[in-house]
Every structure is written in C-alpha cells, then in structure tokens.
C-alpha cells in the first residue's frame, strides 16, 4: 500500500517533501533579526491560543520536539528491557 495517497510510496512522498522545503540559501536571505522578532500568533478556530516572537516560537518548538523523541526513545527502550543511557535520563541532556 502506498503512504500519503502516493503511487511511489516513501520515495514519492520525500521528493514531494523536498519540493515544499525551501533551500538554506532562501532562509538564510530571508532569516533576520527583524523577522525572528515579529510576532508569531497561533490560532485554532480562530482563536488566539499564544502569541510571541518568532524567535522564541521557534526556540520552544525545537526544545518540545526533541523532548519528545527523547521520551519516545526511552520508551521504547524499557519496554525492550533496554538500559537508558545515562544522557538521556538527565533533564539538561
């Protein structure tokens, strides 16, 4: 079966993928500090859930996404009886 209602599976949805990601040379042009501090809101349903710079939306969303993949991956260690490696027990890493 294909992934993502593509016909090439994996590979198809990847190229796709790349297709959307701009090149480091257009966010390198495009990244400022008068850009990083505009604000950022997020909105569901058209409702303001937060808002803050841009810099800090994009410092949180890093952070929270490497916690979870470090909670995931310590998960999925002890539920194979794996031992956790001492760094990703740590809170600081």
């Given amino acids: ?4 209602g593509s016909q090439h599976g994996r ?12 090149s480091r040379e257009v966010l390198q042009q495009t ?3 008068r850009l990083l501090n505009t604000k950022w809101r997020m909105l569901a349903a058209g409702k303001l859930m937060s808002e803050q710079p841009r810099y800090v939306a994009i410092g949180d969303g890093v952070l929270n996404h490497m ?3 470090r909670g995931q991956l310590t998960v999925y260690l002890r539920l194979n009886e794996e031992k956790v490696p001492r760094d990703l027990r740590s809170i600081s890493g």
Avoid: K, L, V, Y
């Fill in 1 to 4: 079966m294909a992934r993502h």
């Fill in 67 to 69: 916690a979870h993949h």
């Fill in 31 to 33: 990244t400022d500090d």
């Fill in 11 to 22: 590979a198809g949805h990847q190229s796709a993928r790349r297709a959307e990601i701009p």
